[in-house]
């Protein structure tokens, strides 16, 4: 679908100037690094039944209250910190989500820097698919977010599932699922 501006774009990436500016710049692109991916990763857990426009339009917010999301920081929260979490406004106040993000951050602190970022990207898969015309031709799971899911529950990692898995791997650039005449598929 063409956007205000003319370019082609995904149809979700052109429902709000959020979402346009979100697809335009970020979706999609490869992400590195343990404390970037650790964000990645939380926020597609706190997306879980949730639209992800709720999440990007609390993402300034979910970076406050989590330390940006410094897994060696937010290792060392404590049940207070929880509790302040639970009243902050500028996210999404879920004790199941808030819990898993804390209890994550104290397993991936016990990790070697880089460990994340490796474990997530050997589920990339070797050879990129074909770029799909349609958004029904868009996956919701493959077998290597549910390998990726699984690597990440068997680590210790929770709140997360094949399909925040795969979420997960569209975000952060492991696939490309852009349509095919879509202005983000190759750019420049």
């Not at 490796?118 to 549910?146: D, K, R």
């Not at 791997?169 to 879509?182: E, F, S, Y």
């Amino acid at each position: 679908m063409a956007g205000a501006d003319g370019l082609l774009r995904c149809p979700w990436g052109l429902s709000t100037p959020d979402y346009v500016a979100y697809h335009d710049t970020e979706w999609g692109r490869p992400v590195h690094g343990d404390d970037a991916l650790y964000e990645r990763l939380c926020l597609e857990a706190f997306q879980s039944g949730l639209s992800w426009i709720t999440i990007l339009r609390r993402r300034e917010g979910f970076r406050k209250a989590f330390s940006d999301f410094s897994i060696a920081a937010v290792a060392e929260f404590d049940d207070r910190d929880a509790e302040r979490l639970l009243a902050d406004e500028g996210i999404i106040r879920n004790r199941a989500k808030i819990e898993a993000t804390l209890a994550n951050a104290k397993v991936l602190a016990g990790w070697e820097p880089g460990e994340l970022d490796t474990l997530i990207w050997s589920h990339a898969p070797e050879e990129p698919g074909p770029a799909p015309l349609t958004v029904t031709e868009v996956p919701a799971v493959t077998p290597q977010s549910t390998a990726l899911a699984k690597a990440l529950k068997k680590a210790g990692i929770r709140f997360v599932g094949p399909t925040t898995a795969y979420a997960l791997m569209q975000a952060c650039g492991l696939v490309n699922d852009h349509l095919v005449d879509c202005v983000s598929r190759d750019p420049a």
